[in-house]
C-alpha cells in the first residue's frame, strides 16, 4: 500500500516523469526523494499543433518543463534559431519557456506567423515540443454583389446561396430576419452544411424580403451579415390572373395548376459521391432533396449495419452523424429520398482514414548502471506511419554515438548502460494526416536504498481481516526486500505471508498472535537501511442483537434494537436507516442507544429499516422491516406464533461438537424465519437454560459446538414475524469428556484493602467453563520492578486471595491461571496492582490566595511528593469558610464548604463568596484511602461589592399631596452603605410615563415624606441602595395621592420637597369632592344620551304620522311593543336602544338616587338641551305627543309632571 503524499506545483513534473515507468526499477512518488534525484526534462505543457490566436490580443506560446536542475530553453521558429533578444516585441516568462509575443503594444500577429518548436536542456538531455503552427484568426468581410429577387413559382424548389468569406477558423452559418429572428426550419426548409438555405418546395407563405444569412467567427466574436435575398412566390391563382391581363381575348391562355412531382436531389447531385474521413472525428453525411409532396430521407449502409450508439440523425434526417468513426465504418452509405410518387436515392462511398495513433508510446526509462532496457515506439494509422528517432532533439543517425545503444526500427536496445548514456529519445510516428511526436528519457541512476516509509508507522486491523504492512523502497540498483518479526527475529517466510514486489508484506488472514513489530530491510550492492513498523489486531465489531421483522398496527409503538459489541479500543458510531435513506425529521423517531423506537406509526412508516455500526477500521449492518397494518378486520386470517418444533435427535457425537434434528411445528400462516436452539448444562446449572445458536427457517439441522465436562440437553425455539413459539420439549441428554481447561478467569485485579495486604480478585469461571472436575486456581504475585521470583499459591473455585505483609502501596504483577484434575490452562497475561494505600503523610504548601473581585478568588498550592501521597492520587480539597462580615463585625455559625479539584492540580477557583468578609482556608491532598493533613489556615478578605436590594418598601400616609415613604435596610449590604437613591415619576390613565424625579438620602434614614405632589395621581418608585463600589438592585411599588371634595379647581403640581420624619407616622385624610359636571367622561356620555334620544324621537315623529293618537298607557296595556323596554332596574339603562359603553362611565360615578332622580346641583341639564325642544308627549308607536302632560310646546322644560329638575336620566324615566 503505497502511501500518497501531497507534493508542490513544483515537482509536478517529475511525478509525471516517473508515473510511466517501464522497468524492474521503480521511483516512488515521494517528494524528498524526487527534490534529491537528478532528472531529464520533460515537457510539462505546451500549445496545440495547429494554433489559431486573435490577432488583437498578446500571442501566448506555452512550453514548460521540469527536470533537475532545471532545464534552459530556447525556440526555432520555421525551421531556424529564433532569437528572442532581438526582437523587442517577444519575451520569455521567467524560469519557463512560455513565449509572449506583444501585439497590443505595436505589434502586428500576422508578422508572427509560423512554425515554432520549443526545445528544454539539462545537463541529462534535451526535450522538444511538438511544431506549434501560429496562425492569426480572419473573419473577412462578405463581397459586395448585386442580388436580383427570387421569383418562384408555388411549388417549386429552391436554393439560397450563402458562400460566407473564407474565414479561420471556418464560420458558423445561420439564417435570420431583419428583426435577427432565426428564420423556422422544418422537413420542407432547411439548412444544408455549406450554409445554403434549401426549400423542397416553395409555399406562398414562403414571400418575404428578408432572408439574410449571417457568419459568426467565433475566435474574434463577430458576426458578418450578407445583403437580405428577395424572395416572392406566385401562387397559381394570382398567375393565371396576370396572363389574362397581358393576353387579347382570342389567345388561349392558363397556367397549369401546382402539380405534385417525384423527389429530385437537390444535393449531392448525381447517383454516387465519395467522402473520406479521419478516424476518431465526425462523420456528417448529407441528402436533401425537392419534391412536392416534401420527400421524407431514409439512410441506410450497403451490406451492414448503422453503428449501434454511434449514430444519429439531424437536420430531419436529412443529415446522417457517425461520432468517433474507425476504419470499420468505411463502406457506401445510401440516402434515400421518397414521397408518394416516387423516390430517388444516392450512394456515398465513404473512406475511413487514419492520422497515427498510439499502440505503444515510448515510456522514461530509469536504469541502474550495468543495466540493460528498452525504448519502444509503435504506431498505426492509414496509410502506416513511418518511425523515426531523435536524441536530444537531433537525429539519431547524426547524434553523438552510444556504445549502449542499437536502433532497431521502431525499439531502441540498451545494454551495459552508464550513467553517460542518460539522455531524451523522440519518436516521430508520421504520414500525410499527421504526426505524432513523443519525448522519453533514460535515466541511469547509482542509489543506495532508502526506506520511504515513516519509522514506527502503526497499523490497526480487524482480526480475520488482510493485513498490509508497507515498506516503500527506492534503491539504484533496484534493492532486495526482508521482512523480519521483531526486531531480531528470524526472516518471515512460507504461505502464511504476500510479499508484493512493492515491498508491501501481506498477512492475508491477520490473527491476534500476529501483533507485534514488523521489520523491513532494503539492501543492494552500495549499502543496506531496515525500518520498523507496528501492528495492532482488534476484535470485529459485532451486533449480537439484531432488529428483528416487526408487524405493528397503525398507531401503534415499535421498537427495533441493535447491540453491538466492540474493540474497547475503538470507538463505534451508530446510524440508523430507512430504506437506504436517512430517518424523517420527525419528533416520533427515538434513537436511543441500544435501540430505535417509532411512536404513533402510520403506514408511511413502513420499510425497511437498518442499523448501520461504523469504527475507524470496520464496519457492520443488519437490517429489519416494518410492516404497518390496520386494525384486523373480522373475520381475517389468524397469524400466530409458530407451534413449537419437536421429534429432536441427537446424531454424530464427537468430543467437541455434535448434530441436532429436528421437525417444525405448524407455522400458523406465518412462515418461520429462524430457529433458535438452547441448550442446559445439568451437571453445572440445572435448569438454566442459554443461549446456543441460530440458524435460517429453513435449516432443520445444525451442528453444535460442545464444550468438556458439560451434561448438555438441547431445546428448539422457532420464530415467525409474529414471535417466537414455546420451546421444544427437550433432547436426550450427552455428556462430553473433561480436558484441561480452555481459558482463565478475567477481570483479574489487585487493590490492597490495608495498607499492609494486596487482595487478588478475579470473576471464577462458570461451571461449563471448568471442562473438567477439580477446578481450582493457580495465583501468582511478585512486587513490580523488583528481581524477584514468582510467588504462587493454589487455592479452591473461590474468586478472592490475600497477599499479607506487604509494603505501603507499592506496584505488584499479579496472574491467575485455572486448572482441574487434567492440567493447566494456557498462561495467563499479567496485570498490574498496587498493595493497600495509606492517609497521605504531607500536607500541601506555600498556599497562596488571589482575590480576583468580591465574590471570586483563585488559590494555588505546591503538590506534594507523590511518595508522600502514600496512594493513587484523586486530587486535592480546599476547606473554606467565612469567619464574619467586615460590615456587621458579627460572627455566625461556621459553614465549611469544600471544593475537590481532581488529579494534580495545584490551583482551583473560589467562587460563590460574600463581599466585604473575612475567610479562612486550607488544602489537604486525597488518595484512597482518604485526606492527608491540613494545611495552615490561610486568611482573605474580599473587597466591598454592591448591596442587595432594599429589604422593603412601604408607601403610607397618602394625602391630597404628599406620600410618606419607609423602608428597610439590605439583607446584605456587601459593604458599607453610603446613601439610598429614590427615583419616581407620575403615570396616567394610559399608563403613560412622566418626568423622572431623582432623590439621594442618606444612610442613616429609615423614611422619607414626598410633598407637593399631584392630587389623586399614581407614582411609580424605584429605589436602591449604593456603596462605594455602586449602586445595588432596585426595588419597585406606586401610590395614588387622594381626590379633596372641598374644591372643583385642579391642583397643579409644584416641585415635590423632601421632609425626613421620626419612626412615628400619622395619618391625614382630606375630604373634598370635583364636580362631576365639569368631568370630561360625564360631558361625553350626557352627549352620547342626547344623541340617542334624538334618535328615538325621530322615529316616533315617523312612526306618528301613521295613526291615531291614544294614550300611551293603554297601548302599553294592550301589548307590549318589543322594540321598547324599560329601563334596567340595576343600572338604569334605556332597554334595547342603551349603549353598553356609553353607559359605563354613569353608572360607575353618578350618584343617582334610588328613586331614578338627579339632584339639580348633580345635573343642569334638561331635556331641552337634549331634545330640540319638542313637546313631552307620544304617540301609539312611542313617540312625543301632548296629550301625555298636558302642556304646551313652547315649555318643554316642564314636559314632565314630576316637579325635579329635569335631567338626562329623568328623561329616560319617564318613557316608562
Known amino acids: ?89 517577444v519575451t520569455m516568462k521567467p524560469n519557463s519557456g512560455t513565449l509572449v509575443i506583444n501585439i497590443m503594444n505595436g505589434g502586428k500577429a500576422e508578422a508572427y506567423e509560423g512554425v515554432y518548436q520549443c526545445t528544454a536542456r539539462n545537463e541529462r538531455g534535451a526535450a522538444i515540443s511538438n511544431n506549434i503552427v501560429v496562425r492569426p484568426s480572419r473573419s473577412p468581410l462578405w463581397t459586395k454583389e448585386k442580388l436580383e429577387p427570387n421569383h418562384v413559382r408555388e411549388g417549386d424548389s429552391l436554393v439560397l446561396h450563402c458562400r460566407p468569406p473564407v474565414g479561420l477558423p471556418p464560420p458558423i452559418i445561420f439564417w435570420m430576419d431583419n428583426a435577427f429572428q432565426r428564420l423556422p426550419q422544418s422537413e420542407r426548409v432547411s439548412q444544408g452544411l455549406n450554409g445554403d438555405l434549401y426549400f423542397s418546395n416553395v409555399q406562398p407563405e414562403d414571400t418575404r424580403e428578408d432572408y439574410i444569412c449571417y457568419a459568426r467567427f467565433n475566435h474574434t466574436q463577430t458576426i458578418q451579415q450578407k445583403q437580405p435575398i428577395s424572395v416572392k412566390v406566385f401562387s397559381m391563382d394570382s398567375l393565371n390572373d396576370t396572363i389574362a391581363a397581358n393576353l387579347s381575348d382570342t389567345d388561349i391562355f392558363g397556367a397549369k395548376p401546382v402539380t405534385e412531382r417525384q423527389p429530385v436531389l437537390l444535393t449531392p447531385t448525381g447517383s454516387t459521391s465519395t467522402k473520406v474521413e479521419l ?16 420527400p421524407v430521407i431514409r439512410w441506410i449502409k450497403e451490406g451492414g449495419e448503422l453503428p449501434a450508439n454511434r449514430t444519429f440523425f439531424e437536420n430531419f434526417k436529412k443529415t446522417l452523424k457517425i461520432i468517433d468513426v474507425s476504419e470499420a465504418d468505411s463502406g457506401n452509405y445510401k440516402c434515400i429520398a421518397r414521397n408518394a410518387l416516387g423516390s430517388v436515392h444516392h450512394v456515398i462511398s465513404v473512406t475511413v482514414k487514419a492520422a497515427p495513433y498510439w499502440i505503444t508510446a515510448p515510456r522514461n526509462l530509469v536504469l541502474s548502471p550495468g543495466e540493460d532496457g528498452t525504448l519502444i515506439c509503435r504506431a498505426n494509422g492509414n496509410p502506416k506511419p513511418s518511425i523515426s528517432w531523435l536524441a536530444n532533439g537531433v537525429p539519431i543517425a547524426i547524434a553523438p554515438e552510444d556504445p549502449s545503444r542499437k536502433v532497431d526500427g521502431d525499439t531502441i536496445i540498451f545494454s551495459h548502460v552508464q550513467e553517460r548514456s542518460s539522455a531524451v529519445y523522440q519518436c ?81 488472514v491477520a490473527q491476534k498472535n500476529n501483533a507485534g513489530t514488523y521489520t523491513c530491510v532494503a539492501r543492494n550492492e552500495l549499502g543496506k537501511i531496515q525500518n520498523e513498523v507496528q501492528l495492532e489486531i482488534k476484535d470485529p465489531t459485532m451486533i449480537i442483537k439484531q432488529p428483528e421483522y416487526k408487524v405493528i398496527q397503525r398507531y401503534g409503538q415499535v421498537s427495533f434494537e441493535c447491540i453491538i459489541k466492540h474493540d474497547s479500543t475503538l470507538l463505534p458510531t451508530v446510524t440508523w436507516l430507512k430504506d437506504n435513506d436517512e430517518l424523517p425529521d420527525d419528533e416520533r423517531f427515538l434513537v436511543g442507544k441500544d435501540n430505535l423506537t417509532i411512536m404513533n406509526v402510520t403506514d408511511k412508516d413502513d420499510g425497511t429499516y437498518t442499523c448501520i455500526v461504523n469504527t475507524t477500521l470496520d464496519s457492520v449492518s443488519a437490517s429489519a422491516v416494518l410492516t404497518v397494518v390496520a386494525a384486523p378486520p373480522t373475520p381475517a386470517i389468524i397469524y400466530a406464533r409458530p407451534n413449537p418444533p419437536f421429534d429432536l435427535e441427537l446424531t454424530g457425537q464427537l468430543e467437541r461438537s455434535i448434530d441436532l434434528s429436528w421437525l417444525p411445528g405448524d407455522e400458523n400462516n406465518s412462515p418461520i424465519t429462524s430457529f433458535v436452539i438452547e441448550f442446559e448444562d445439568a451437571l453445572h446449572e440445572p435448569g438454566v437454560w442459554r443461549y446456543q445458536t441460530e440458524v435460517p427457517g429453513s435449516q432443520t439441522t445444525a451442528q453444535l459446538k460442545l464444550s468438556p465436562y458439560v451434561n448438555y440437553a438441547f431445546r428448539v425455539i422457532a ?45 471464577p469461571l462458570k461451571g461449563f467453563q471448568s471442562n473438567g472436575p477439580g477446578l481450582q486456581y493457580k495465583v501468582s504475585w511478585r512486587q513490580k520492578d523488583v528481581d524477584d521470583e514468582w510467588t504462587s499459591v493454589i487455592v479452591a473455585n473461590v474468586s478472592k486471595y490475600i497477599v499479607s505483609g506487604t509494603p505501603t502501596f507499592v506496584p505488584y504483577e499479579v496472574k491467575v491461571q485455572a486448572l482441574n484434575d487434567l492440567g493447566y490452562a494456557p498462561e495467563p497475561s499479567e496485570v498490574i496492582g498496587h498493595s493497600g494505600e495509606d492517609l497521605p503523610m504531607v500536607a500541601p504548601g506555600n498556599v497562596q490566595v488571589h482575590v480576583i473581585n468580591s465574590t471570586l478568588a483563585k488559590v494555588h498550592w505546591d503538590p506534594v511528593p507523590l511518595k508522600s501521597v502514600r496512594g493513587h492520587l484523586q486530587g486535592y480539597k480546599v476547606y473554606y469558610w467565612k469567619v464574619q462580615s467586615l460590615s456587621r463585625r458579627s460572627r455566625r455559625h461556621v459553614e465549611k464548604k469544600i471544593l475537590t ?58 394625602t391630597l399631596d404628599s406620600l410618606t415613604l419607609e423602608w428597610g435596610s439590605p439583607t446584605h449590604p456587601n459593604g458599607v452603605l453610603t446613601s439610598y437613591t429614590l427615583k419616581f415619576q407620575p403615570i396616567n390613565n394610559t399608563h403613560e410615563l412622566g418626568p423622572l424625579v431623582e432623590i439621594r438620602i442618606p444612610a442613616n434614614e ?113 301589548h307590549a311593543d318589543p322594540e321598547i323596554q324599560p329601563m334596567k332596574e340595576d343600572d338604569g339603562t334605556f332597554g334595547e336602544y342603551s349603549d353598553a359603553e356609553d353607559h359605563k362611565p354613569l353608572k360607575k360615578g353618578s350618584r343617582t338616587p334610588s328613586d331614578r332622580t338627579v339632584k339639580k346641583e348633580d345635573s343642569d341639564d334638561s331635556l331641552v338641551d337634549y331634545g330640540e325642544g319638542v313637546n313631552g308627549q307620544f304617540n301609539e308607536d312611542g313617540s312625543f305627543i301632548g296629550q301625555y302632560s298636558g302642556k304646551k310646546e313652547k315649555e318643554p322644560a316642564e314636559g314632565n309632571e314630576s316637579s325635579e329638575a329635569p335631567s338626562p336620566v329623568n328623561a329616560m324615566n319617564s318613557f316608562v
Open 1006 to 1118: 429609615s423614611s422619607l415624606i414626598l410633598k407637593n405632589l399631584n392630587y389623586s395621581t399614581r407614582y411609580k418608585f424605584y429605589f436602591n441602595a449604593q456603596t462605594s463600589v455602586g449602586s445595588g438592585s432596585q426595588i419597585t411599588e406606586e401610590a395614588v395621592t387622594i381626590m379633596d371634595e372641598g374644591y372643583s379647581e385642579i391642583l397643579f403640581a409644584t416641585s415635590p420637597v423632601m421632609h425626613t420624619v421620626r419612626p412615628t407616622f400619622y395619618k391625614a385624610m382630606a375630604s373634598r369632592q370635583v364636580d362631576i359636571a365639569t368631568q370630561g367622561w360625564f360631558i361625553g356620555l350626557m352627549c352620547a344620551v342626547a344623541l340617542l334620544i334624538l334618535i328615538l324621537l325621530i322615529v316616533c315623529f315617523i312612526r306618528r304620522n301613521k295613526g291615531g293618537k291614544y294614550p300611551v298607557k293603554e297601548k302599553e296595556d294592550a
Open 428 to 508: 516521430n510516428a508520421s504520414n500525410e494526416y499527421g504526426y505524432l511526436l513523443a519525448n522519453a528519457f533514460v535515466n541511469v541512476l547509482a542509489e543506495p536504498p532508502r526506506i520511504l516509509t515513516p519509522a514506527n508507522k502503526l497499523y490497526q486491523v480487524i482480526a480475520d481481516s488482510p493485513a498490509l504492512l508497507d515498506c516503500a523502497y527506492f534503491g539504484s540498483p533496484k534493492p532486495e526486500i526482508e521482512w523480519f518479526k521483531g526486531v531480531k527475529g528470524s526472516i518471515l517466510r512460507g504461505n502464511e505471508y504476500v510479499f508484493h514486489d512493492n515491498g508491501t508484506l501481506e498477512i492475508p
Open 901 to 958: 479539584f481532581r488529579g494534580n492540580k495545584t490551583f482551583g477557583m473560589l467562587p460563590g463568596l460574600e463581599p466585604y468578609s473575612s475567610y479562612k482556608l486550607n488544602v489537604r491532598v486525597v488518595n484512597g484511602k482518604g485526606e492527608g493533613p491540613a494545611s495552615p489556615d490561610k486568611v482573605f478578605k474580599t473587597p466591598e461589592g454592591v448591596p442587595s436590594s432594599p429589604s422593603f418598601l412601604k408607601i403610607t400616609n397618602p
Open 1 to 89: 500500500m503505497t502511501k500518497k503524499m501531497s507534493i508542490s506545483t513544483s515537482k509536478t513534473s517529475l511525478v509525471l516523469f516517473l508515473c510511466q515507468i517501464i522497468s524492474a526499477l521503480d521511483v516512488p512518488l515521494d517528494s524528498k526523494l524526487l527534490e534529491e534525484l537528478s532528472q531529464p526534462p520533460t515537457i510539462t505543457q505546451q500549445s496545440p499543433k495547429d494554433y489559431i490566436v486573435d490577432p488583437r490580443e498578446n500571442i501566448v506560446i506555452q512550453c514548460e518543463a521540469k527536470g533537475k536542475p532545471p532545464p534552459s530553453f530556447s525556440w526555432t521558429r520555421n525551421g531556424t534559431h529564433f532569437d528572442i533578444d532581438k526582437d523587442a516585441q
Open 279 to 294: 478516424r476518431g472525428n465526425v462523420l456528417l453525411l448529407e441528402c436533401i432533396a425537392a419534391g412536392l409532396p416534401t
Open 719 to 763: 420464530v415467525n414475524r409474529i414471535g417466537r413459539s414455546q420451546p421444544s420439549e427437550p433432547s436426550e441428554q450427552y455428556l462430553t469428556k473433561s480436558a484441561s481447561p480452555d481459558e482463565n478467569p478475567a477481570n483479574v485485579q489487585g487493590i490492597g484493602s490495608e495498607p499492609d495486604n494486596l487482595v487478588i480478585t478475579w470473576e
